[in-house]
């Protein structure tokens, strides 16, 4: 099987303490963990080893279709990495993300985002490593403009 990875480096203008926060706090999380063309009216974690989380994505134009993805929290070091499991209901293969966040400045943060697993039984069933490459692009332009003061 090939493990196909989508890996996405983007610099935000905030401290690193601000970008991991988006990351773990559900009342930020539900302001940008969603492409653009949805919204995520629920979110809730428990960062720490162990710990859960969960987001509801549903589209804007047609709110009684969405999604949720789950996981686990594998690895927290704060505030420079986070490592996760992914999986959406209903589908039983598992994805892990791992953000990566490094202090270029104190106003300035590099964030690389490694979300792998992507093997060929999951592309198959629709679930493929571009799906994802484009939702996380939009949804970093989301965190952008939180991490700039906008919503």
């Known amino acids: 099987m090939i493990d196909q990875q989508v890996v996405i480096t983007k610099t935000f203008s905030a401290p690193i303490e601000k970008v991991f926060q988006a990351w773990i706090d559900p009342r930020l999380m539900m302001k940008w963990y969603s492409p653009e063309n949805m919204t995520a009216p629920h979110a809730e974690a428990d960062p720490r080893i162990g710990g859960v989380y969960a987001i509801t994505m549903i589209y804007n134009k047609n709110p009684d279709q969405g999604m949720t993805v789950r996981g686990v929290y594998k690895e927290i070091q704060k505030p420079t990495k986070l490592r996760f499991t992914w999986q959406w209901d ?56 939180l991490m700039k003061g906008g919503e």
């Open 90 to 145: 209903g589908q039983e293969d598992e994805t892990e993300v791992a953000v990566l966040l490094r202090e270029i400045s104190d106003k300035r943060t590099e964030m690389t985002l490694i979300h792998s697993g992507f093997e060929d039984k999951i592309y198959e069933k629709g679930f493929a490593k571009a799906d994802h490459d484009g939702g996380w692009n939009s949804a970093f332009n989301k965190l952008d403009l």
